[in-house]
Nanobody, 121 residues
Framework: QVQVVESGGGLVQAGGSLRLSCAATGNFFEIDIMGWYRRAPGKQRELVARITTTNGNITYTDSVKGRFTLSRDHAENRMYLEMNSLKPEDTAVYYC??????????????WGQGTQVTVSS
């Protein structure tokens, strides 16, 4: 069974840093896209950053450019989000997302359970 699991959230003061991790586990052939989304209280889920495996292209939402860095460990099927200079508006539940190919289902979207990031002012 394919799963994606996040870790690394927590409480931090404004200006601080956190590192989120995501691991894709199970029996699959390849990962096409991995990314981080977040949902702040009272708001819709938004893309934070994502990476495309085929060309290594990384996209960031404007509000995190220059502060967040996404990286990928292909060998371990892991992805990380280094978050620096955190702001209270970064407070949200962060979700790992992966588009993964399996023989039984083809390319399918998988979501983690979410990890809370809280930035105090």
């Amino acid at each position: 069974q394919v799963q994606v699991v996040e870790s690394g959230g927590g409480l931090v003061q404004a200006g601080g840093s956190l590192r989120l991790s995501c691991a894709a586990t199970g029996n699959f052939f390849e990962i096409d896209i991995m990314g981080w989304y977040r949902r702040a209280p009272g708001k819709q889920r938004e893309l934070v950053a994502r990476i495309t495996t085929t060309n290594g292209n990384i996209t960031y939402t404007d509000s995190v450019k220059g502060r967040f860095t996404l990286s990928r460990d292909h060998a371990e099927n892991r992805m990380y989000l280094e978050m620096n200079s955190l702001k209270p508006e970064d407070t949200a539940v962060y979700y790992c997302y992966a588009n993964i190919y399996t023989l039984s289902q083809g390319f399918t979207d998988y979501w983690g359970q979410g990890t809370q990031v809280t930035v105090s002012s």
